[in-house]
């Protein structure tokens, strides 16, 4: 009887696992749009650098679109930074940034950074040469540490830092420049020690997220906002220090504030006041929300943008650099000249 009971109770355990992973309700935002679970804690990385393999070649396939990514030899998907490096006959201009940086969403050819390098050739008669160093997954702190260890040798006049609000949950997870290990390693915070479970059950993510108040970054839901600002502080922080190097450097820095697709329209959310109430004000700093907030207040961002994937698309990524051309005019005319 007993022995009935309990093979009951498995077969039922089993069976709404089965219904919950059919079901889709509890797939992370990486699994919904790529397949795949990824690890947010205990990770160690064999540098203090984050990039794609160098010289990857990448059948890049999610649920939306499929392209083919080429990486150069510091993993960006970009030319050889070689060529950049050896150019002399151009005014150097770099872009730093996260997955909206490097273009995820669309191909090479229709990236923000390469709608402003056609903007900038066709409003200017100098020569300019932009280089995209956005890496998917990057954050301030990574892309400080790749313009000081790789690319502030090539002597660029321009660096521009693109950031959104996903930042936060990086820093969140990753921590700040602790991170950066004195044996060159670099590691992520010590998350929740059944985050192996986690990935492998959907019953114990349902557990986990509707009975103990976890959100998908394994964070309690009521120690959020405190980790929250304590990430945006560090965040702060970090961008005041790269604006300094930058000078130190005599390069012009800027950093572009931009909302996610998901973003847009939301005026009175919490975590978006907090991150431009923040870093707004900095003197380097250029909010975009408010200028893509108008232009989409008569347009659908559906039609800009992947439902699933969450990035632009390559009509919402030449938009966002039409954006950042006009208002990067606005803040300096010089920058291009």
Same mark, same amino acid.
């Given at each position: ?51 794609? $393999? ?8 999610? +649920? ?6 080429? *990486? @150069? #030899? ?5 030319q050889p930074f070689s ?35 056609f903007l900038v050739d ?73 985050? $192996? ?8 993510? +349902? ?6 108040? *976890? @959100? #998908? ?34 390069i012009n820095y800027v ?83």
């Open positions: 009887m007993v022995k009935k009971i309990i093979f009951s109770i498995i077969l039922f355990l089993v069976f709404l696992e089965i219904l919950l992973r059919f079901s889709g309700k509890y797939l992370t935002n990486n699994e919904k749009a790529s397949g795949w679970y990824v690890f947010k804690y205990k990770i160690v990385n064999s540098g203090w650098l984050h990039t794609w $393999k160098p010289n990857l070649v990448l059948d890049y396939k999610q +649920a939306e679109f499929r392209y083919t990514n080429l *990486y @150069n #030899e510091l993993g960006h998907r970009e060529n950049f490096l050896k150019d002399t006959s151009s005014t150097k201009i770099i872009a730093i940034g996260d997955s909206f940086t490097e273009g995820d969403g669309t191909c090479y050819d229709s990236t923000w950074v390469k709608k402003l390098s066709n409003n200017t008669s100098q020569k300019f040469n932009f280089y995209n160093a956005g890496v998917c997954g990057s954050d301030v702190f990574f892309n400080y540490q790749m313009l000081r260890l790789k690319l502030v040798k090539s002597n660029p006049k321009l660096v521009i830092e693109c950031l959104n609000t996903s930042d936060i949950d990086d820093v969140i997870w990753k921590g700040g420049p602790e991170r950066f290990n004195s044996d060159s390693t670099s590691s992520v915070k010590i998350g929740p020690k059944w985050e $192996k479970v986690y990935k492998n059950s959907h019953l114990f993510r +349902a557990i986990i997220h509707r009975f103990l108040g *976890y @959100n #998908e970054n394994l964070i309690k839901i009521n120690s959020i906002k405190e980790k929250e600002l304590n990430a945006i502080d560090l965040i702060g922080n970090q961008v005041k220090q790269t604006a300094y190097y930058c000078k130190q450097n005599n950093l572009l504030l931009q909302p996610c697709p998901a973003e847009i329209g939301m005026v009175n959310d919490e975590r978006q006041k907090l991150f431009l109430n923040k870093l707004s004000e900095l003197p380097f700093a250029i909010n975009l929300f408010k200028p893509l907030n108008q232009f989409y207040a008569t347009q659908s961002i559906k039609n800009f943008s992947w439902t699933i994937n969450g990035h632009y698309n390559s009509s919402g990524y030449w938009v966002l650099g039409n954006t950042i051309f006009n208002e990067m005019g606005k803040k300096d005319s010089t920058l291009f000249k």
